[in-house]
């Protein structure tokens, strides 16, 4: 008889101190951008807002968000959503973006959530474009040493405050913005580059494959279920410690 094929799990874990240098390495691989250690502390203290992605027990991915309440208004930034290249188009990044959607709908009190994706990153656009994310603005200029340097602030419209200011954002569209950011230099790729960084992949150990994992590049299946069925063979990633 033929073995069932392998059952695929997905699950989100907490970051803690026993596992943060998994996210460090995780965001050297997946992203363009190095992160201080502010960054990360800050991330420890960010709760559901940050989670480890798992495949099979296997740390894969990662997401990081914040609550951003400048310009007036409660937002949910996305700084740095990412998974490995071999783990692509599995849900994980689908898993990872619902998980943020689910935190936003409990609370109730934000106006919108947005990030920063690269002009060119058409994949990352049209996945986030999924979860009803729309290209509010564009940011000349926004990321240091990468090109291109522009990139879409992408948003998801709560209410309709956010939707006046994204408006009035969207008719200037030569509007010049330059961030300051925690880390070396800004991005998303998502890329997103987050006033304090957000996501391209770009990176280390995984060589260029890994390189052009970029969280929001991750053009993932959209699937209704964390649990997934597969036979595809995955190499080793840092083994789960929570």
């Known amino acids: ?40 502390l800050d991330v420890l203290e960010s ?28 937002r949910l930034y996305i700084m740095t959503l ?8 599995l849900g994980i990044g689908t898993v990872m973006v619902q998980h943020i959607l689910n935190c936003v709908e409990r609370d109730g009190n934000f106006d919108s959530i947005f990030l920063h994706v690269k002009v060119d990153n ?8 999924r979860f009803g994310f729309e290209i509010v603005e564009t940011k000349q200029h926004y990321y240091k040493r990468i090109e291109p340097a522009d990139a879409h602030v992408l948003q998801k419209t709560l209410t309709k ?8 954002a969207n008719s200037n569209p030569s509007h010049h913005h330059h961030h300051s950011s925690d880390s070396e230099e800004h991005h ?3 890329e997103v580059a987050n ?10 150990g995984g060589g260029a494959a890994a390189r052009d994992v970029a969280a929001a590049n991750v053009n993932v299946n ?19 410690n929570r």
Do not use: W
């Open 1 to 40: 008889m033929r073995e069932a094929p392998a059952r695929a799990n997905i699950e989100l874990g907490d970051v803690t101190h026993h596992n943060l240098k998994q996210l460090k390495k995780i965001n050297t691989v997946v992203l363009p951008v190095s992160y201080n250690d502010k960054f990360y």
């Open 47 to 74: 709760g559901e807002l940050a989670k480890l992605a798992y495949y099979n027990d296997v740390v894969v991915g990662a997401v990081c968000s914040r609550i951003d309440t400048s310009e007036s208004m409660r």
């Open 82 to 89: 990412g998974c490995l290249y071999p783990y692509r188009r």
């Open 122 to 129: 058409k994949g990352a656009i049209e996945f986030y474009k």
């Open 161 to 168: 405050k956010a939707a006046v200011a994204a408006a009035a």
């Open 188 to 190: 998303h790729q998502h």
């Open 195 to 204: 006033g304090e960084s957000h996501e391209v992949p770009v990176g280390g």
């Open 222 to 240: 959209n699937h209704s279920s964390i649990q997934n069925s597969t036979s595809q063979q995955t190499p080793q990633a840092a083994e789960k």
